[in-house]
Each structure stands twice: as C-alpha cells, then as structure tokens.
C-alpha cells in the first residue's frame, strides 16, 4: 500500500540475486546456470572502461616515459632553483636578526657601563631588614618540608601494611568462592609467597578442625645457617590424620603426629615438603590470631595481633588475619605475616633516616619498629635471639609475646628526647593525631630539633592497628642547605646592585622602544600575508569548498610577498589545498576534518563506540550490469552513489566504503553532537530521503529508456569497535563488531522478507525513533553466526510527515502485529484468519505470505511443546 512508506514501494524482487548468494532450499546459485558470477562482471566492466577513457595502452601504462616526465614536472620556486627574482629577495631571518643583533648589542652596551657601580648602603639597609624575619621563615620552610617527608613516610608504611591485608582479602575470597582442594591451595600459598609478595614473611591457612598450613621465608630470618633452603612448610592435620585431599603437597599421615605441627625443608622451584626440621605440639585453633579474627565485631573483617614470637624462634611478627564463612559458620581464617625486622629495614632505607630516626610506637609507648634496627624495638640476648616475656600465660594467646621495649627504654637519644617532648608538650599517646587535622609538626627550639607525629589505623575496630609514626631530624638537616643556598646567592647579588640601575632602566627603555618601532615595520610585512594565509588556512581546516576553489583560481591574493620565505609558504600552502581537495574525495569530509583537528598523527587502534550501522545493496546488479553497456553503467551507478552518499552526509553519517554498488555508512563514529543521542534518528531519516530520491532516479532513468532498480537497506543499533583499522603504513577508519555484521546480513534478509528496509529492536527503541518512526515486526530469527534471537523490524514511514498516509501506515502495522501475537503465542488457526482479514487489506505482502505457509505447516505438522517462533537461518 501507499502509505506503508512515503515513497512508493517497489515491486518484490524476483530477479537474480546482486551477489549469487545460494538459496536456502535447493543450495544452487540463484544467478542461474551460465551467468557470470559478479567478479567476472566486475572485471569485464573495468577493462571496458579503462578501455574506453585511455587513448592508447603505451599513454596508460604506468611506467611509460610521458607518465614519468609529468611526475617529475615541479615548479621552478619549489624545486630549489636559484634565479635573479629569488636572490633579490631577502630571507626573513636576515631581516630580523640584524633589527635584533643592532638593539642586543645597543642595550648590552650602555647597560654595562652602570651595571657594575656598587650601592653597598641600599644592600647593608636591605640585610639589616630582612635578618630577624630570615630565622623563621627558615623554620616554616623547614616545618613544610618535615611534613612533606612525613606524608612520604605514611605512604611507605601504609603500603607496606597494605601488602598483608591484601593477600588476606584475596585468599579469603579465593577460599568462599572457589573452594579450591587443599593441593590447589597449598601449592597456590607457595606461589603467592615465592613469586608475587615478597614483602611477607608468611602465609597461612587455619580450619576449624585444627587443620593448619603455612609457608614462611627465611630471608627475612636472622641467622639462617641452620636452614635449608629460602622457605620452609609447617603443617598441622588437626583431629583427622587424613590427607587423601591433600596427596602431592602434604606430607603422607604415615609421619604425621595428630595436634602436633611439623616444620619441613621445602623445594625452592616447586614449595613440595622434603625433609622434617622441627616438630612440637600446638593448638592453632587457640591462637591470637584465630580467635581474634572469629570474635571480630564486624563479621568477616580483617583484624591485627600483638607483636609475637614465631614458632620459628627467629623472628618478630604481627599476623593480619580474617575469618572465612560459609553457611554462617567459620569455614577457616587465612593469614599473612609481616615481620618487624622487615618493617625497620624498611625505615632504614628512607633518606632522612641518615640525618635523624624514624620510628614507630603503639598507644602505650612500645616500640614497634626503628629506623635504628631491631635492638631499639625488642629486648635481644647475647645470642642475638629476642627476649620473651613471662607476665602473660603463654597458652593465652597461642604464641609467644615479645619483650617490646618502651620508647624511655631504648637508650637512643633521638628517639627519647623526641618522644618526651612530644608527650610533654602535646600528649601524642591520647591524641587521634588525624593526618590534616590534628597530627603534630614542631620545631624543639632548646635541642635544635623538628619533630613530626601522627597516627595510623588499621584493621577492625576492635583489633586492630593503632600506631604513632614519629619523625624526628635535627633542624640543620633543612635549614643548612636552604642557608648555605642562599648565603651564596646574597654573596654573588650583593655587589651588582647599584643605584645606576635606574639609569640603566631609563635607556634600556629608550632602546626597548626604538626596537619595537623597527620591529612593528618588519612584523606589518610579514603579517599582512601571513594573516591572509592563516584565515585561508583555517577554512582549509575546516574544508571550506569556497575558499579553497578561490585558492584554487587565484582569487585570493597575500600581498607583495617581496621576502622571499612568505612567497615560498604561500605557493606551498597553494599546492597543499590542492592535495587537500583531493585527499577529501578518497575519504569521509568529517573524518578528514575529525583527523586535522586532532592535530596529531593517526596511529592504530580501537574503542567501543554506540553507533548505527547502515548497509545498502541494489537487488538485481549482476542483471542490470550484463544488459547495459560500461560506459552506461559507470554514469547510472556514479550518479546512484553519488546522490545516495550525499544523503547520508548531509545527515551527520560517515560513509565508510563503496563495496561496488554496496553501501556501507554509520553514525555516530567519530562522534557528532546528536540532539539527545538520537543519531539513530538521523540514520532513518536518510534512508527514508534515499528511497524518496531513489524513486526520482527511477523516473529520470525512465525517461532515457534506462532500467530502474530498487534498493535493500539494513540498520542495526549498538556497540561497535571504531578505529584505525590496518597496517602501520597504510591503515583506514572503520568499524568491527558483532553488530556490523548483523546490519549486514538485515540487508540480506530484505531479499527473502520482500521488504526494502529491515532495523532491529535496538534501532526501533533508540531515543526519538518511536516518535518519528512507524515500524512492524516482521519476524523472530537467529541469523548466522548469532545464538540470539533478533527480532527484525520493517520500516514503514515517517510520522508525522504525510497526514494521509500515516493513519493507514498505523493500521497496517498494527493489523500485522495482531497476526503475529497470535502466531507467536502458538494459535495457528487464528492467525490464519487473521491473516485472511489482513491480505484482503494489504494484498501482496510477502511477509503475511511466508507467515501464512509457516502456519498451514505447522497446522498439517503440528510442533511439539518445545516449539520457539525463532526462525533459525544457516545462510547469509
């Protein structure tokens, strides 16, 4: 019907297909026996053509000597030459230099001669002034700069803490996700110690059922001799002696004492155990860390222990630890270690640490770590091993608690004087010490000292980190730098100030001046074609058609170009408009405008864009192109193309590639400014203004007894990767995606469906087109190549647009969505009838037609109760 589309509606196609593709029922090529396939027709059409338009194969051949003599055809002022007209003209550096050398040498001169005539009174007034004020401007520099490095130092501890409480989370949620077996995750524990967090000292794995497994390091061990290899595995079977979970990386239960853990030598490449070290009974269910971590207040969290001994006896730790649930219940607590020794070493590396001491201390005066080492934070022996302390009942917390020293105890003066001044003066042990808010920066004016204290937290609210970093440098270590700086600096300035500066200044002026006038002279020479050229450089930029036609036929006119630089720029800035002009025609204006103002070099590469892909084929090509001459067709389809791809320019579209007479377009690639993103808007309005102007060729053709043909068009809505497509050397913009090939393969289906244009639901729902667009579904299919079921859409028309036509567009839409809710809901008989009613309406359709044998189909065999509308389609 006439109103199903705003232009009249072609007659079905029935002709051969354009591209021979293979029928779905028999298999054969739908181009007939003895036809030629379309690369044949394409071939024969270029010979032809060539033919027709070269004057003899010898002018054409690429490497004939006429061809080779106009490439090498360049004009006098760009090839080089010298001529008489050329070295009349001067270059413009000559010019300019010579106006600047005269007033350099000018000013330099008589600046000289007042330059050096001293005013010792102003300098001896000017450091009288400032010495009172210089003190303390030094100590808030220095404050500044101490609380830099104290920001510095935060960063440092806190991702060394941090790596701890990773490995925590990760393991826990490897453990509540994945449930890997217990060989996955022992071998698992070694790779993450060995290869990926080589700042923890251990990592460990402690079931409810007593069941415990750890790797630690040895590296971080003082006095390692008696070891074997850099890791060692401890292994506790809990109340079950069975390790038939656990056959490659536990040891066999046949050397396995229940309760009791077993530290083992371990290969270095693959964390297998290998010799027994040290066995000796524990409960790991009552450990400091375990229990800690399951009597959290928040469940799941993560949560810190005291300072302790391990089991090793060679090291000083504190664990972080947290409980992993499963069902509401404990299912085990994973843990990391990080080790005290470690943590000093770590201070011991910051710069300042060589001026002064970095420490850290808890709320009650204990050390935790020193940039001192190790003896100013533990209590140590004679053998080098750490003291333990007995005021607590070792079976209380599992472990062995270390005997911290407190900060008045360690006999380091830095640390002692810093610590007392600091609990002296501000109270640091009962203050939050919130970084910005209330952390404390101070100079100690009587030791000559700087002070910086503030706080880190860490962990549950309950167990958790809560430490006094302290930085204390003496003052020299910024203030003798800065002086010294300056001191030189007064030292060197002090003798060139004089009061003959002013006299200086009064001349330089003079010549300033004078200078500017001869410059302003040069500069209105230069810039009076200059300026011309860049007005007609940025309407070359933005591929002004006008301009660069005037450039073209010499309108456009930059003065006397008397120096020779600027003649040379604009002859060039000619022949590049020109080369400009041409490359515009080999691709998309808006992404050669888009390339230009990026002002940057194209390289390759691709990224998600929301576009709407467009595709247009003529049906019956290979037919038209046997029955019409070249020359015939190459004017036909020049004006086809022609037109077409004007339409989807003027529309804001990208016209990608001519694939012969395919049409390949998208929106919205690169990126316009859509009114709402509706750029899928401006897609349907130029297919519709195509088969409007496609319908006006047909006429036109007609009236030159020339053939008409019509047009398959395919839009779909989506995702899609746009970028620079190829090699480094020769690449194109484009688009890759699913969705590409599915707008494709709609303008394939057009054929089989009878329609001339087919969308998706994505085009059908895109912002703005359910007010301007009347659509109706034509059917449910999974194309090749897609699992999915995509549910295809006719275009019908435009709303709005023809006041006739649109009510009688609305009907005939709605009619045929009746017939398809009935099918689709598995009523064969009444969509049937309904069918009757609606092809009694709208005569011709094939889409009711292909419905009505499906359902005369499934009525003679009916389906079983699996049956899916989706139609599945195996060709192209």
Known sequence: PSARILVPRPPPIRGPSAYARMDATDGKSRAGPGSPSRCQAWWSLLVAHTRARAPSSHSAHSHSPSAQAFRRQVSPELSGKTTWARRLRPRLWHVLLCVFVAIVVSMACLMS????????VVVGEFLDKSHETWEQCLENISAQLHDQASWLEEAIIRETLAEPTRVVQLNADLLSTLEPTMDDLVNYTFLQLAKHFTRIEGISYTFPTGRYVEYERNSHHPGIAWRQGTYTFEYTPGDDLNT????????????????????????DRTGKYMQLLKQYPVTRTQENGYRRAVESRAKGSTIWTDVFIMYSGRSIALRAAKAVYSHGLVAAVAGADATLDN??????????????RIFIMDRKGRMIASSGGLHQVIGID????PLVRHDLPQDSLGKLLAQQLFWNMTGDEFIMNATGYLIQKHDILNRPLRRNTDHVVVVDQVRENIYSAFGLRSGDSVYEIDWIIVNSQPLSTYTGPVQDMIDRQLEEHQQSLDHAVRLAFAFTAAFVLLGTLLMALVARAVTRPLRALETDMRAVANFNNDFIDQILEGKRRYGHRKIREIKDICDSFTHMAVGLQ??????????????????RRAVLGMAKADVTVFFSDIAGFTTMAESLGPEVLMEVLGEYLRDMSNIVMQHGGVVGEFVGDEIMAWWNAPPLEFDGKQHTVAALSAALEQQQRLAELREHWSEQGLPGFTVRMGLVRGQALAGNLGSTTRMKYGLVGDNVNLASRLEGLCKMYGVGCLVDDGVRLAPGVPEHFVFRSVDLVSVKGRKNATEIFELVAKRGTDALAAPSSLAFSADFAAVQEQYRQGDFTGALVALESFESRWPGDKPASILRDRCEKLLKYPPGNDWSPMVQLHEK
């Open 244 to 267: 038939t979970d656990c056959k490659i990386m536990c040891p066999p239960s046949t050397i396995l004492t229940s309760g009791d853990t077993h530290q083992f030598s371990v290969d």
């Open 343 to 356: 943590l000093s070493g770590i201070l011991a590396e910051i710069d300042l640490a060589r001026t002064g």
């Open 113 to 120: 001669v007042f330059w050096y005539r001293r005013s010792s």
């Open 582 to 599: 041409s490359f515009s025609r080999y691709m998309d204006p808006h992404l050669v405008q888009t390339l230009v103002h990026k002002k």
């Open 382 to 385: 004679f053998k080098g091993q």
